[in-house]
C-alpha cells in the first residue's frame, strides 16, 4: 500500500522563527509560540516545535556553578592576633528600597571588628582594596576565612592571597555558624 505524504511548506514558520529570534536571542521556545500566538498565527505547536528544533534555535540550559567540595576542618581557637580572620557581608535595605551591603573583617582570637566598610554594591575589588588597608595599618593574617560568595570565590581575591601568602579557607556549604 503507498501513502501520498505532502510536502510541508514551513518557509512562514521559519520566517516568523528567525524574526523573533533576532529580535529575543536569549528567549526560548515558549516565548517564541506564546508571541506567534499572540501575532495571531494559529500553526500547531508539533509544528512549530519541529521547526524550531530544526532550525538549531534551541538554547543550552544554563547550569549551576558548582563548588569544590570543602575539607571539614574543625574550628579551632586560634591562640594569637593576626592568625586568623574571618570576613562576611551584612546585607540591610534603605527606605528607597536600594541594597546596602556591610564587609566585615574580624580578629577571631578577640572578635575585634578590624574593618566594616559600607557600599551599594562591593564587587572582589573592594574586597582586595580593603584587604590592603588592613594590611598597611596592622599586617596581614596567616589564614583568611569566608563563605562561599562570589565575591570570595572570585579569581581577583584568590590571586591577591597567594600573592601575599595567605591560606584562604573556606567554610562547607550551608553553614553560616563556622564563619
Not at 521556545?29 to 508571541?35: D, H, M, N
Not at 571539614?72 to 535595605?93: G, I, R
Not at 599586617?139 to 581577583?156: A, Q, V, W
Request: hydrophobic fraction near 35%.
Amino acid at each position: 500500500m503507498w501513502y501520498y505524504h505532502a510536502k510541508k511548506d514551513d518557509t512562514e514558520v521559519v520566517d516568523a522563527l528567525s524574526r523573533l529570534a533576532q529580535e529575543l536571542p536569549t528567549r526560548g521556545f515558549e516565548v517564541y509560540y506564546k508571541r506567534l500566538r499572540r501575532e495571531g498565527h494559529k500553526w500547531n505547536r508539533k509544528r512549530v516545535l519541529r521547526v524550531y528544533r530544526s532550525m538549531g534555535l534551541k538554547l543550552r540550559r544554563k547550569h549551576k556553578k558548582r563548588l569544590p567540595s570543602r575539607v571539614k576542618n574543625p574550628l579551632e581557637a586560634p591562640m594569637s592576633l593576626n592568625e586568623v580572620w574571618s570576613m562576611d557581608f551584612m546585607a540591610d535595605v534603605l527606605s528607597d528600597g536600594r541594597k546596602v551591603r556591610v564587609f566585615n573583617v574580624m580578629d577571631d582570637c578577640n572578635r575585634e571588628a578590624l574593618a566594616m566598610d559600607v557600599g551599594l554594591n562591593y564587587p572582589a575589588r573592594k574586597v582586595v582594596e580593603t584587604l590592603g588597608h588592613l594590611e598597611e595599618e596592622i599586617g596581614l593574617p596567616k589564614t583568611i576565612r569566608c563563605d562561599n560568595g562570589p565575591e570570595f570565590i572570585s579569581k581577583t581575591l584568590s590571586v591577591w592571597c597567594k600573592r601575599k601568602r595567605v591560606e584562604l579557607r573556606f567554610i562547607q556549604p550551608g553553614k553560616p555558624m563556622q564563619n
